[in-house]
């Protein structure tokens, strides 16, 4: 099946058979999250995106390097060159070390991705953890001749670059679309030009995040860390790179330069994005009051949902799209798809607890089977198509639904059976990455809270708050931290 896996390749813009660089093996880099906010479905449909990448090439039998990165530092406000740094910023809000908001939401990040069911890359570094390799990155960048020092800052000569390497190959803007977008206004610029862009920054005394450097004390640019990641754990060329489609610009652009500026080759052989996440139809954004973080939908405790989504609902829903579409929620379509789901899984369970016992056998039958099993791979080597693959198990799904009420899975070879359990059961877990198992026991617990809630609410208009108090002290006991607000009573789970 491996020979015949194809991706859309987003830099030729084409869809391509993969060809890894060592047979067998594939190096991929996904872009991870910058650890100073709630992980949201912005952070759900990358992880889920390339999880599935990684789970189907391990199925197919590839031997799979998949390092994400941490961004604890360096990424800056407006993914600009100027501004504060987004860590830094929490921290001095939060009044906590950098490292504090680092980890938190580094963890909260693995929490939620964990419980979406992705696995864990096979290596994850942290931007900090490697400025080292970042500033011997910048060295040889200066060296080759494609950087500039200025007032401690160094810079990528983007004009310099463009006579040597094609610049803009990825996004498809030229130098003169990426000078018209700039907003800087020359005259105030260290910069030669406004399409250059930062691989090292001088910080100022009050920048908390700063470490020394041959320029003096700085901190690196944000593209810098992938770039240096990338190759340490992948070589000067990998397989695949992937990540949102608004990292194309300037994010991904700017490490095709800088790999290119230091090494004098092409970094990525594959470029994946996945496309973004909206709202009701409405891009998601805090400022229109539709922003929902992970712990929102597993919880409903949000304005716009009329209940509680399971973290394998808003999988499969994510499944459900291809992931080179834009993918809309809303409460409808969730509703839906938690209903697709449950069906999914019960008819995998009957498949697996059927006794099989042979009949004459129904060829006609037979062949359908073996054809749709066949339509699954089909479906995911073909630029890992997860709604065509879904649409198809639905059809196994009314097989076997119908064989079940007939008694007739024996009229199906005992092979074709095998085949049959295999491949639902492989793809459902293996490939697709759903288990329902967790999520009954969160639905469950949720459903025990939520019914001692109303007990304890039922208590309190009868004034018998001795019961009330027992109820919220023995909660709080198990870790269950209630909060009565205006709106109602709250609980979060620690
Ligand atoms: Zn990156």
Known sequence: MKENIIIYNSLSRKKEVLKPIVENYIGMYVCGP??????HLGHARPAITFDIVF????????????????????????????????????ARIEELEPMEVAQYYTQSYHQAMNLLNCLPPSIEPRATGHIIEQIEMVQKIMSNGFAYEKNGS???????????FPYGTLSGRNLEDTLSGTRELDSQSEKKSPVDFAIWKKASKEHIMQWPSPWGNGFPGWHME???????????TFDIHGGGMDLVFPHHEAEITQSNACNNCNPVNYWMHNNMVTIDGKKMGKSLGNFINLEEFFTGKHEKLDKAYSPMTIRFFMLQAHYRSVLDFSSAALSASEK????????KKVL???????KNINTELDSQIVNLIEACYKHMNDDFNTPQTIATLFELVSIVNTCN???SFGEISKETFIYLQKTMNGFILDVLGLDNLDSQSNDKSAQLVELMLSIRNEAKNNKNYALSDQIRNQLNEMGIT????????????T
């Open 34 to 39: 910058t650890v100073y906010g709630d992980p």
């Open 55 to 90: 789970r189907y090439l391990k199925w197919c039998g590839f031997k799979v390097r998949y390092v994400r990165n941490i961004t604890d530092a360096g990424h800056l406000e407006n993914d600009a060159d100027e501004g504060e740094d987004k860590i830094a910023k929490k």
């Open 154 to 164: 160094v810079y990528l000569d983007v004009n310099k670059y463009n006579k040597q």
């Open 226 to 236: 992938c770039s240096a990641m990338s190759e340490k754990y992948l070589g000067k």
């Open 340 to 347: 697709g789901f449950n069906k999914l899984m019960e008819a």
């Open 352 to 358: 697996s607890n059927v006794k099989f016992v042979q």
């Open 405 to 407: 009420n007939a008694n």
């Open 482 to 493: 209630i909060k009565d607000g205006k709106e109602g009573t709250t609980y979060s789970i």
